[in-house]
Nanobody, 117 residues
């Protein structure tokens, strides 16, 4: 059974930083492609970035240079380091995992990030 649990969200002032954590259960985590998504109130869910099993990362343009995704396979954990936060980064952040099916088949429950301007 695969479970993803996010943590680390909270309230931060614009220009500040937060680090989100996604803890995964399940076998073969090191082979999974992991991603972060977010959803702001009244908006559709948005892709934030992804990290492959070989640590290749890709980000949406709006967060490039500010957000960094990393993973620790020994801890079955993926991180989202968010710096220079803006009010428009306010959203519910989700991690998602692709366990080899070519789609994000597992999702966490989300953690709220609120950036005050």
């Amino acid at each position: 059974q695969v479970q993803l649990v996010e943590s680390g969200g909270g309230l931060v002032q614009a220009g500040g930083s937060l680090r989100l954590t996604c803890a995964a259960s399940g076998r073969s985590f090191s082979w999974w492609r992991m991603a972060w998504f977010r959803q702001a109130p009244g908006k559709e869910r948005e892709f934030v970035g992804t990290i492959s099993s070989s640590d290749i990362t890709y980000y949406t343009d709006s967060v490039k240079g500010r957000f960094t995704i990393s993973r620790d396979n020994a801890k079955n954990t993926v991180y989202l380091q968010m710096d220079s936060l803006k009010a428009e980064d306010t959203a519910l952040y989700y991690c998602a995992g692709d366990t080899g099916r070519g789609t994000y088949d597992y999702w966490g429950q989300g953690t709220q990030v609120t950036v005050s301007s």
